[in-house]
C-alpha cells in the first residue's frame, strides 16, 4: 500500500516562502507522476504543479513563476518551494501520485491527507 505523507504547512505572512515535502512509500514513487493540488472550501481542486518520473514539469497558471517542484527520488520525495505567498494562496495542498496505465494494468492514484497553508498578516 502506497502512503503519501506531507509536511511543511503553516502560516506565513504575505510576501513570505514555505517549502512543502510529500514523501512516499512504497515502490510507485520511481515510476509516477508526483503532482501538487491545493483546494479552498467549496472549490474545485486546481492543480499547482506536476513533475513526471523523466523530470518534465508543469505548472498551474496562478502560480507560475513562483513556486518550483522537484523530487529526489533516492528519497522518495518531491517537494515544493512557494515564494512571494499570497493570501490567495491559501489552502490545503494535497500531494499527488499518479502512475498511467500500462500494457496489461491499469492507471493508479494515490493522495495524501493534505497540509494546512495559511498567508496572512
Known amino acids: 500500500q502506497v502512503q503519501l505523507v506531507e509536511s511543511g504547512g503553516g502560516l506565513v505572512q504575505p510576501g513570505g516562502s514555505l517549502r512543502l515535502s510529500c514523501a512516499a512509500s512504497?515502490?510507485?514513487?520511481?515510476?509516477?507522476?508526483m503532482r501538487w493540488y491545493r483546494q479552498v472550501p467549496g472549490i474545485q481542486r486546481e492543480l499547482v504543479a506536476g513533475?513526471?518520473?523523466?523530470?518534465?514539469?508543469t505548472y498551474g497558471r496562478s502560480v507560475k513563476g513562483r513556486v518550483t517542484i522537484s523530487r529526489d527520488n533516492a528519497k522518495n520525495t518531491v517537494y515544493l518551494q512557494m515564494n512571494s505567498l499570497q493570501p490567495e494562496d491559501t489552502a490545503v495542498y494535497y500531494c499527488?501520485?499518479?502512475?498511467?496505465?500500462?500494457?496489461?494494468?491499469?492507471?493508479?492514484?494515490?493522495w495524501g491527507q493534505g497540509t494546512q497553508v495559511t498567508v496572512s498578516s
Open positions: 499527488n501520485a499518479f502512475r498511467p496505465p500500462g500494457v496489461v494494468t491499469a492507471s493508479v492514484e494515490y
Open positions: 512504497g515502490t510507485i514513487f520511481s515510476i509516477a507522476t
Open positions: 513533475i513526471t518520473k523523466g523530470g518534465t514539469i
